[in-house]
């Protein structure tokens, strides 16, 4: 299981794709961490919604990937999903996954400014990344974006 609502989430150290240091935390902004590995099918649902709501709230929430792969791999994931939030490297002794206790990717933390989990989600879930497309908005105090206009998915994919 992993970690649950309510907790505070840890901190940790991480490098990222061009090799920056980053300490979580970082800022004061909710923040969205996205566990994930580039292979997983699911993952490859996943994170393109995750940069959706990115480019939509960006500015204002904090978006981390943190890969369970090499910094060449993700490099190559980051291109062909064209992903631009910061992605941050945690192989090969995945010690940030240990810490957050995942064991199914992708997994989803979103973090309010005071580091307490406020959300979790493993998996592929629809009704859940509706859910974040709503709580974002109304962190950012705007209207929600449309995330799936026009796109057929599935309401669960397993991770």
Do not use: R
Not at 11 to 26: A, R, V
Not at 29 to 58: D, H, I, M, R, W
Not at 134 to 141: F, P, S, T, Y
Request: aromatic share 12%; net charge neutral; proline share 7%.
């Amino acid at each position: 299981m992993p970690l649950k609502v309510g907790q505070k989430a840890p901190d940790f150290k991480l490098k990222d794709t061009k090799g920056n240091m980053w300490k979580f935390p970082l800022t004061t902004n909710t923040c969205l961490l996205v566990f994930y590995k580039v292979s997983c099918p699911t993952c490859q649902l996943t994170l393109p919604f995750v940069e959706k709501l990115y480019k939509a709230y960006g500015s204002k929430i904090t978006f981390l990937g943190i890969a369970q792969d090499t910094e060449s791999e993700v490099k190559d994931f980051l291109l062909k999903y064209k992903l631009s939030f910061p992605q941050l490297i945690d192989a090969p002794a995945y010690s940030v996954s240990l810490t957050y206790d995942i064991k199914v990717v992708p997994t989803l933390y979103l973090i309010n400014a005071e580091g307490e989990i406020i959300s979790v989600e493993e998996s592929f879930v629809k009704s859940f990344m509706e859910f974040l497309n709503e709580k974002l908005a109304h962190l950012c105090a705007i209207e929600p974006i449309s995330l799936f206009e026009g796109i057929s998915v599935p309401s669960f994919k397993p991770g």
